[in-house]
């Protein structure tokens, strides 16, 4: 089968990570979508986030009507094991890839990113090996190229400047096959909203509930999130 994992905080969850799915899906035939809510993010180490629970617990109301979209506890906190460290070690999606990997054996693995994210791929931990670990697939925006997709890899994958030069012009769209990298690249899918949008306009007493499930935006209002304190 082929399966997609979905990483993020998902602080929220919001219908542009659904939809983001189901192009995937449709896009490389995906049976399943792992939705793998960060415990503690390497680049947002730093940044204060909704208590993980809170956020499983949003992104288990968000899929409930999707029986293809499964969400995961692969990256959850430790202490949910039972154990209790000194301190938390970051999650990094190659050992994420990896773990699910192992669990799976035979499936074919794709990892689900956004475009903005993708650009910083190549600072990510061992980005190299996640490349060799499942294709990727990246979600659109306006105003990228082919030749920034491509210039974004790590760069023992990246092309020589001579060889994307002519696409800076051509849309992000189709399929980038390179020698150890394959990526699927979906049209933008014109989702304006931001989990830091939905979360500022909640503090200003907002309602954002076209961009929430009913479940979500109901979970958020009886938990009192995201509100100014």
């Known amino acids: 089968m082929n399966i997609g994992l979905f990483g993020g905080t998902f602080d929220p969850v919001h219908r542009g990570h659904m939809a983001v799915a189901r192009a995937a899906m449709e896009r490389c035939k995906l049976h399943r979508v ?5 415990n503690v993010p390497p680049h947002k180490q730093r940044q204060a986030h909704t208590p993980f629970a809170h956020r499983f617990a949003m992104m288990a ?3 409930a009507a999707e029986k293809t979209f499964v969400p995961s506890l692969l990256e959850a906190p430790e202490e949910l094991s039972g154990a ?3 301190w938390q070690r970051p999650n990094y999606t190659i050992d994420t890839m990896r773990s699910l990997k192992r669990s799976l054996k035979s499936d074919k693995l794709f990892f689900l990113i956004g475009m903005d994210a993708f650009c910083d791929i190549a600072k990510w931990h061992d980005a190299e090996a996640l490349f060799r670990e499942c294709e990727f697939i990246v979600a659109g925006r306006p105003g990228y190229s082919l030749a920034d997709v491509a210039n974004a890899l790590p760069a023992s994958l990246r092309p020589r400047a001579e060889v994307t030069r002519p696409f800076q012009k051509q849309a992000a769209t189709g399929d980038l096959v390179l020698p150890g990298a394959t990526i699927h690249l979906l049209a933008d899918l014109h989702q304006p909203a931001s989990a ?3 979360r500022q306009a909640i503090s200003s007493g907002k309602s954002l509930d076209r961009f929430l499930d009913p479940l979500v935006a ?3 209002k009886k938990m009192k ?3 100014a304190t």
Request: aromatic share 20%; net charge positive.
């Open 196 to 198: 830091t949008a939905i």
């Open 84 to 86: 209790k460290p000194r």
């Open 218 to 220: 109901d979970y958020i």
């Open 34 to 38: 792992y939705f793998v809510v960060a």
């Open 61 to 63: 109301l968000a899929t």
């Open 225 to 227: 999130l995201y509100r």
